[in-house]
């Protein structure tokens, strides 16, 4: 812009702005009132919600942290992770009991329910985003079902528990994925079809866990489909999926669907703050980066993504100084910061860009360290715990640019989703258009 649009941008009221900038309607609707530059609408495709997802799922629905900033107790990384792996480094899916599963309430009161009335659909299909439990609730329901009538906390249930943790439990047959391709194949079906016909051994129901569903190939989905329609007295066959759209529809038709959302904030960050023996301060950044999955939560808590995100920010960096040359090398480190994941690197870029676009608008692109920990203590910030390296790069662009970038982003992860991608050349041509985007 001009000098004397430059001045108009500083005086003018805020829907000038918009007009001199010609941001796309996403980011006017973002602006378009006073109040918006004091805070995002929780329906704002910026908000963290929006970015993560709705914290207000299986349980009362909550607000956002208001508080942010590095670890106050003097727990280190490592000590961190030491504690992590005291606490919950044991406790994964198969030991994990109704009692233990963090939030998910709905979904536990009707499962306790059901069984408690011996109403229980014959078969149950779990959906959730990753993270959010759907494993563990599989194993909480088939300990229910392999101890009912039995005294809870008894010498047998506890021995019939155990089992299933172990998976040496004659009633419990978990089907999971064995082949070199990642797939449940016809033949890991047919010997589940025939031993779903043997009686009962040691309880009084069989439980089948299927997950995920839909890694079963199609001519193995078809193969089940009989069971579904047919199942024989006191079998229950559960299954879960984190892609619903995957499964048949003919197979989620014959099951009783059971929504896993994300676990509600106030309760996670609680959560994480127990088990962690950490902070408040801290299990708040984690919750909300997590968007209210507890597996993920527990990575974040441990401080091992804190070292990611400041890896993907000095990237970044680089990338700017350095410009077009520099892109494979960018690529490749943003690829291995991630696990080699793009849509772990897509996520992560995401959140960084939205953060910078929400400060340099609220802040006419001239933001200080005070203003970003006061926007991270509004719950404005996705990364709360990098408020100071927030502030340095929105300054470096505008907040037209910005917008430019984060819709590269998204027209980026819609490419996700192609099968046969070569994530460096991915990572290449993006780093070219955001390159071009940020100039």
Not at 64 to 77: F, H, I, L, Q, W
Not at 279 to 308: H, K, M, V
Not at 399 to 413: C, D, G, K, T, Y
């Given at each position: 812009?001009?000098?004397?649009?430059?001045?108009?941008?500083?005086?003018?009221?805020?829907?000038?702005?918009?007009?001199?900038?010609?941001?796309?309607?996403?980011?006017?609707?973002?602006?378009?009132?006073?109040?918006?530059?004091?805070?995002?609408?929780?329906?704002?495709?910026?908000?963290?919600?929006?970015?993560?997802?709705?914290?207000?799922?299986?349980?009362?629905?909550?607000?956002?942290?208001?508080?942010?900033?590095?670890?106050?107790?003097?727990?280190?990384?490592?000590?961190?992770?030491?504690?992590?792996?005291?606490?919950?480094?044991?406790?994964?899916?198969?030991?994990?009991?109704?009692?233990?599963?963090?939030?998910?309430?709905?979904?536990?009161?009707?499962?306790?329910?059901?069984?408690?009335?011996?109403?229980?659909?014959?078969?149950?299909?779990?959906?959730?985003?990753?993270?959010?439990?759907?494993?563990?609730?599989?194993?909480?329901?088939?300990?229910?079902?392999?101890?009912?009538?039995?005294?809870?906390?008894?010498?047998?249930?506890?021995?019939?528990?155990?089992?299933?943790?172990?998976?040496?439990?004659?009633d419990v047959l978990v089907v999971e994925p064995k082949s070199a391709s990642g797939q449940i194949l016809k033949g890991q079906v047919d010997e589940m079809q025939e031993r779903a016909y043997y009686a009962p051994l040691e309880s009084p129901n069989k439980v089948i866990l299927i997950a995920p569903i839909e890694a079963m190939n199609v001519v193995a989905a078809n193969n089940l489909l009989k069971l579904l329609e047919e199942p024989p007295p006191s079998l229950y066959i559960v299954l879960c999926t984190q892609q619903i759209n995957l499964v048949l529809t003919t197979i989620r038709s014959r099951c009783?669907?059971?929504?896993?959302?994300?676990?509600?904030?106030?309760?996670?960050?609680?959560?994480?703050?127990?088990?962690?023996?950490?902070?408040?301060?801290?299990?708040?950044?984690?919750?909300?980066?997590?968007?209210?999955?507890?597996?993920?939560?527990?990575?974040?808590?441990?401080?091992?993504?804190?070292?990611?995100?400041?890896?993907?920010?000095?990237?970044?960096?680089?990338?700017?100084?350095?410009?077009?040359?520099?892109?494979?090398?960018?690529?490749?480190?943003?690829?291995?910061?991630?696990?080699?994941?793009?849509?772990?690197?897509?996520?992560?870029?995401?959140?960084?860009?939205?953060?910078?676009?929400?400060?340099?608008?609220?802040?006419?692109?001239?933001?200080?360290?005070?203003?970003?920990?006061?926007?991270?203590?509004?719950?404005?910030?996705?990364?709360?715990?990098?408020?100071?390296?927030?502030?340095?790069?929105?300054?470096?662009?505008?907040?037209?640019?910005?917008?430019?970038?984060?819709?590269?982003?998204?027209?980026?992860?819609?490419?996700?989703?192609?099968?046969?991608?070569?994530?460096?050349?991915?990572?290449?041509?993006?780093?070219?258009?955001?390159?071009?985007?940020?100039?």
């Amino acid at each position: 812009t001009s000098s004397k649009q430059q001045k108009t941008f500083h005086e003018a009221p805020w829907d000038c702005h918009l007009k001199i900038l010609k941001l796309p309607d996403w980011v006017k609707d973002l602006c378009r009132k006073p109040a918006s530059r004091r805070s995002l609408s929780p329906h704002s495709r910026l908000h963290p919600r929006a970015i993560y997802g709705s914290h207000g799922g299986g349980v009362a629905g909550g607000g956002m942290p208001v508080a942010y900033g590095p670890e106050s107790n003097g727990t280190g990384t490592e000590g961190m992770c030491q504690v992590i792996e005291q606490q919950m480094g044991r406790l994964n899916a198969p030991q994990h009991t109704f009692e233990t599963i963090v939030g998910q309430d709905l979904v536990k009161r009707f499962l306790l329910g059901a069984c408690e009335h011996e109403c229980l659909p014959h078969a149950l299909l779990f959906t959730g985003p990753e993270g959010v439990g759907k494993r563990s609730l599989m194993y909480a329901l088939a300990k229910r079902l392999v101890t009912h009538g039995l005294e809870p906390g008894s010498e047998k249930a506890q021995r019939a528990c155990g089992k299933v943790e172990r998976g040496t439990h004659p009633d419990v047959l978990v089907v999971e994925p064995k082949s070199a391709s990642g797939q449940i194949l016809k033949g890991q079906v047919d010997e589940m079809q025939e031993r779903a016909y043997y009686a009962p051994l040691e309880s009084p129901n069989k439980v089948i866990l299927i997950a995920p569903i839909e890694a079963m190939n199609v001519v193995a989905a078809n193969n089940l489909l009989k069971l579904l329609e047919e199942p024989p007295p006191s079998l229950y066959i559960v299954l879960c999926t984190q892609q619903i759209n995957l499964v048949l529809t003919t197979i989620r038709s014959r099951c009783a669907l059971l929504r896993c959302p994300p676990v509600e904030f106030g309760v996670l960050s609680q959560w994480l703050s127990e088990i962690g023996r950490c902070s408040l301060r801290r299990s708040q950044t984690a919750a909300a980066l997590s968007g209210g999955r507890p597996g993920l939560a527990l990575d974040f808590l441990s401080g091992e993504n804190e070292e990611r995100r400041r890896r993907m920010v000095g990237e970044l960096e680089f990338f700017d100084r350095e410009g077009y040359p520099s892109i494979f090398r960018v690529g490749r480190n943003l690829l291995d910061t991630h696990d080699g994941s793009p849509a772990d690197a897509m996520t992560g870029l995401l959140t960084w860009f939205r953060d910078l676009l929400v400060v340099g608008l609220l802040t006419s692109g001239q933001a200080t360290e005070t203003q970003c920990e006061e926007m991270a203590r509004q719950s404005l910030l996705v990364n709360r715990d990098l408020a100071a390296e927030v502030a340095e790069a929105s300054r470096r662009h505008s907040p037209q640019s910005l917008a430019r970038a984060v819709q590269v982003i998204l027209e980026q992860n819609d490419l996700l989703s192609r099968p046969f991608l070569d994530s460096d050349l991915l990572m290449e041509v993006f780093l070219t258009e955001l390159g071009i985007a940020l100039k």
